[in-house]
């Protein structure tokens, strides 16, 4: 990784860090679910709007470090459009990114900006927290929709 890529993805972590975008509750949110990560004190709350299988709105509030913010505000810019599955495919590939620095994965976007997160382990779950409660946001939310089916 060139000097020049590396500066640009600092600078972008520190965009989204101190000036999140989507940072605000949600009305109309249809799948909320909140996280919160004890090593670092971040905590999350997720908000979307989940309209015949595709997410519409995205927003999230709460409180974290600079990681965590910057990533959950990179993934609600990214879910929009996505389908429920394509949201936690995304979240499969993020993690293998900042886990294994597997970067091969195509719609990672900017995503990459948090790759460097690998080489601090205890920061992981900074980057990880707003992806982990989506998952429980999608996944929750189905099981009580199959709950009222029967
Ligand atoms: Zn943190």
Redesign the pocket.
């Known amino acids: 990784m060139n000097i020049n890529i590396s500066e640009l993805y600092q600078e972008l972590i520190i965009d989204h860090g101190t000036q999140p975008r989507n940072y605000h509750a949600m009305s109309d949110a249809n799948y909320t679910a909140e996280g919160f990560?004890p090593?670092?004190?971040?905590k999350i709350k997720l908000y979307l709007l989940i309209e015949h299988d595709i997410v519409n709105k995205a927003s999230f509030e709460g409180a974290?470090?600079?990681?965590?913010t910057a990533s959950a505000s990179i993934m609600t810019e990214m879910l929009v459009g996505k389908t429920k599955q394509e949201a936690l495919d995304l979240f499969t590939d993020f993690k293998k990114l900042i886990t294994t620095g597997d970067d091969t994965c195509t719609n990672l976007g900017k995503l990459l900006a948090l790759a460097s997160v690998k080489n601090f382990p205890s920061?992981i779950?900074?980057?990880t927290?707003s992806w982990h409660t989506l998952d429980s946001a999608i996944k929750n939310k189905e099981a009580i929709a199959s709950t009222e089916e029967f």
């Open positions: 990560n090593l670092c004190g971040d974290g470090c600079a990681i965590s920061r779950k900074c980057a927290l």
